[in-house]
């Protein structure tokens, strides 16, 4: 199973983009989805997960300007980003997991990655 993830780009700070990921219907051993970003240099983090019963939970570094949805229908997660900053620029990637007594442990489902790059 292969996810799909699109959406990145450039964007100034204090702009918006909006990721998408699909596939994740497929995956029976998954209850929930996350992304994830990694930066040069930086370890890969989760930056906002959400349940496929709709419960979300984010980094505190995003908390208040990311938004996590999901549409079981069609299968995809969307991650919307607002009020970007420079240190958002990163590589994000979706990715299906499971979450057990608030813990996310990731599958080795993962989106393509896609590119977010804010400029200062």
């Known amino acids: 199973v292969q996810l799909q993830a699109c959406g990145g780009g450039l964007v100034q700070a204090g702009g918006s983009l909006r990721l998408s990921c699909a596939g994740f219907g497929s995956i029976l051993l998954a209850n929930g989805m996350g992304w994830y970003r990694q930066a040069p240099g930086k370890q890969r983090e989760l930056v906002a997960r959400?349940?496929?019963?709709?419960?979300?939970n984010y980094a505190d570094t995003v908390k208040g300007r990311f938004t996590i949805s999901r549409d079981n229908a069609k299968n995809t997660v969307t991650l919307q980003m607002d009020s970007l900053k420079p240190e958002d620029t990163a590589v994000y990637y979706c990715?299906?997991?499971?979450?057990?007594?608030?813990?996310?442990?990731?599958?080795?489902?993962w989106g393509q990655g896609t590119q977010v790059t804010v400029s200062s």
């Open positions: 959400i349940t496929f019963g709709g419960i979300t």
């Open positions: 990715n299906a997991g499971r979450i057990r007594s608030g813990t996310y442990y990731p599958l080795h489902y």
